[in-house]
């Protein structure tokens, strides 16, 4: 047998070319998330000037842009309001919101529309407002609140379940 021939191939050690390639595939989909005929995962999207172009951006499967960042969420002024992955028209993943003047405004996850595990909320000046965690969109466990004037609201803060106050 000739060193063309698969069989001879395989018992050399290598494997035919059709199944070397498939196997490529997989472990590149794998490591890299690549999927057939395209990348799948985020990917930021960069112009020719090297900023971020946002209609390139967003999660792909298979080369195809499926989820894109939504930066439709603007205040009037022209400033962002909220960035993050919509799946299905709800948001899903990780959210950051801003107040009209640019100070953050909240952060946290979301899952299938829902916010669920740890929340920060901040005022406008940018001093914390609330962190605790949302439970299926209900909050639980502690919870502190700040005043504008950055002191404790001990009305406020304490055990969540359900989303209300149990204890102090």
Not at 99 to 122: C, I, M, S, T, Y
Request: hydrophobic residues 30%; charged residues 30%; glycine residues 18%.
């Amino acid at each position: 047998m000739g060193s063309s021939d698969p069989a001879d191939g395989e018992r050399a050690g290598r494997l035919p070319a059709a199944h070397t390639a498939r196997r490529v595939a997989a472990v590149c989909a794998v490591l890299l998330g690549l999927a057939c005929g395209g990348y799948t995962g985020w990917r930021n999207g960069w112009a020719a000037d090297g900023t971020l172009d946002v209609e390139k951006t967003g999660l792909y499967e298979g080369g195809t842009r499926i989820v894109p960042r939504d930066d439709r969420l603007l205040y009037p002024n022209g400033r962002r309001g909220a960035m993050g992955v919509t799946l299905h028209g709800r948001p899903d993943g990780y959210w950051i919101y801003w107040h009209d003047n640019g100070q953050r405004a909240a952060e946290g996850l979301w899952k299938h529309g829902v916010r669920e595990g740890q929340w920060v909320h901040f005022h406008e000046d940018g001093h914390k407002r609330s962190e605790g965690t949302f439970e299926k969109g209900a909050k639980v466990g502690v919870w502190t609140f700040w005043r504008e004037d950055g002191s404790l609201d001990t009305l406020r803060s304490g055990e969540y379940r359900d989303d209300r106050r149990t204890g102090g």
